[in-house]
């Protein structure tokens, strides 16, 4: 079993920066990607960003490449969603997951993820 906890989301203006944190508990080691998600009111859960935390590859959805960056610090078994450039669209409940998978490998598919934090509110005004 693994423990997702988020934070560090809110209100923030559009251009404005947030860092959101994810911090795992319980069985950890070095074989699964851990990913970054979204989900608006009324649309579908969206991949955002994932990294493995092994050899720490890093992937990005087209529409926050460049503007978001994830990284991790394996000594505190935490990942972390630097976001820039916020837009009103970036709005969404932000969602940190845990999938077993190859070391080295990350996943990109909701459906591939095995745990799932509760989730933080991002909310970009205009």
């Known amino acids: 079993q693994v423990q997702l906890v988020e934070s560090g989301g809110g209100l923030v203006q559009a251009g404005g920066s947030l860092r959101l944190s994810c911090v795992a508990s319980g069985r950890t080691d070095s074989s699964y990607s851990m990913g970054w998600f979204r989900q608006a009111p009324g649309k579908e859960r969206e991949f955002v960003a994932a990294?493995?935390?092994?050899?720490?590859?890093?992937t990005y959805a087209d529409s926050v490449k460049i503007r978001f960056a994830i990284s991790k610090d394996n000594v505190k078994n935490t990942i972390y969603l630097q976001m820039h450039s916020l837009k009103p669209e970036d709005t969404a409940v932000y969602y940190c997951a845990v999938a077993w998978t190859v070391a080295g490998v990350t996943k990109t598919s909701p459906n591939d993820y095995d745990y799932w934090g509760q989730g933080t509110q991002v909310t970009v005004s205009s």
């Open positions: 990294i493995s935390w092994f050899g720490g590859r890093t």
